[in-house]
């Protein structure tokens, strides 16, 4: 199984919409790492794109801003995001 859309985070005081917000980089990465953590757990899923790379007009809810700039070291997200699938042998 593909989750196909996923994320809805934004950052606090930047305006517009999206499903949670955090407070801070530090803190959006943190929820972006759980959100990727809890895709990778034992189970169907066997890969995701998260929605969406860019914010666009009122959805703020990108990993990028609608200029185009990281809101988050890219660098981090990379980490994250390549967070490998859990094995379920190991997990009940």
Same mark, same amino acid.
């Given at each position: 199984?593909?989750?196909t859309?996923f994320g809805?985070?934004r950052?606090?005081g930047?305006?517009?919409?999206?499903y949670?917000d955090a407070?801070?980089?530090?803190?959006?990465l943190?929820?972006y790492?759980g959100?990727i953590?809890?895709?990778m757990? &034992? !189970?169907? /899923?066997e890969g995701?794109?998260? @929605?969406?790379?860019?914010?666009v007009e009122?959805?703020t809810?990108?990993?990028l801003?609608?200029?185009?700039?990281?809101?988050?070291? &890219? !660098?981090? /997200?990379?980490?994250?995001?390549? @967070?490998?699938?859990?094995d379920s042998?190991?997990?009940?």
């Amino acid at each position: 199984m593909l989750v196909t859309e996923f994320g809805g985070l934004r950052l606090s005081g930047s305006g517009g919409w999206g499903y949670s917000d955090a407070r801070d980089p530090d803190q959006f990465l943190s929820i972006y790492a759980g959100l990727i953590d809890g895709l990778m757990q &034992p !189970g169907p /899923v066997e890969g995701f794109c998260y @929605t969406q790379l860019t914010d666009v007009e009122q959805e703020t809810n990108g990993l990028l801003t609608f200029d185009r700039i990281p809101k988050v070291d &890219p !660098g981090l /997200v990379r980490v994250a995001t390549q @967070t490998p699938k859990a094995d379920s042998k190991n997990h009940p």
